[in-house]
């Protein structure tokens, strides 16, 4: 996405009808079984990318030095953690992302990376 642009991405309901943990596995996260169900509900996601190209305030950054991998990011009241990536290519590229800002909480999974 090149700065100034944007883009929508539609945001489904789902109803968990249920979560079950089954075991905890080996990197520590836990096996989960989960029913759920779509609902005809869903709201819209907009990403922007700001054309300035500064951001209002210095980031500090949480770094894997052993496995040079980004962990977590903070800037101007947010938080971002890195805790799951994938390989695709040569390259090691983040498959799970956390936002978070005081009560708010988004998680992005990505499922298919693009050039």
């Given at each position: 996405m090149k700065a100034g642009g944007d883009t929508r991405w539609p945001a489904p309901a789902?109803?968990?009808?249920?979560l079950h943990?089954?075991?905890?596995?080996?990197?520590?996260?836990?096996?989960?079984?989960?029913?759920?169900?779509?609902?005809?509900?869903?709201d819209t996601l907009?990403?922007?990318?700001r054309d300035d190209g500064h951001p209002e305030r210095p980031a500090l950054e949480e770094l894997d030095e052993p496995q040079q991998r980004l962990l977590g990011l903070t800037q101007a009241g947010?938080?971002?953690?890195?805790?799951?990536?994938?390989?695709?290519?040569?390259?090691?590229?983040?498959?799970?992302?956390?936002?978070?800002?005081?009560?708010?909480?988004?998680?992005?999974l990505v499922d298919d990376w693009q050039p």
């Open positions: 789902k109803l968990n009808l249920f943990v089954t075991g905890r596995r080996a990197d520590g996260y836990h096996e989960l079984q989960t029913l759920f169900q779509l609902i005809d509900l869903t907009e990403i922007s990318v947010w938080h971002i953690d890195y805790p799951l990536y994938v390989a695709v290519g040569a390259e090691m590229l983040p498959a799970r992302l956390t936002l978070k800002r005081d009560a708010v909480r988004v998680r992005l």
